[in-house]
């Protein structure tokens, strides 16, 4: 979706409308952030033509910015395997673990 006046209707389902069909279909959605920049992470599933099924489950995380009452896309990261989500996954465990990366206790 391009834009959408509530983060409810935010999705990555997608038909195309030359096909006639449903090409992207969201699987889940979890909301990381809200507010005037609002971020999105979401599983969804890919529709391959040559062997006419659904894909491999894929992940992204969105952010949109709300504008005019509107919530635009302003930026998306593709997760282009499991692998690449699990690496992603234990870097962050490791400074996480070292304390590298931690929340600044408030004053």
Known sequence: MVSAATIDEITVDYTDE???CQ??????????S?????????L??????????W???????????KRNGVYLSQSKFKFTSAKQARQIMDIF?????????EDIPEA
């Open 93 to 101: 465990d490791e400074w996480m673990k070292s304390g590298q990366f």
């Open 34 to 42: 809200k507010g005037a920049w609002t971020t999105i992470m979401f």
């Open 44 to 53: 969804y599933s890919e529709w391959d033509r040559k062997n006419e099924r």
């Open 55 to 65: 894909g491999a489950p894929k992940a992204r995380i969105d952010r949109f910015q």
């Open 23 to 32: 090409t992207v279909k969201q699987l889940d959605k979890k909301v990381l």
């Open 18 to 20: 030359e096909l006639g």
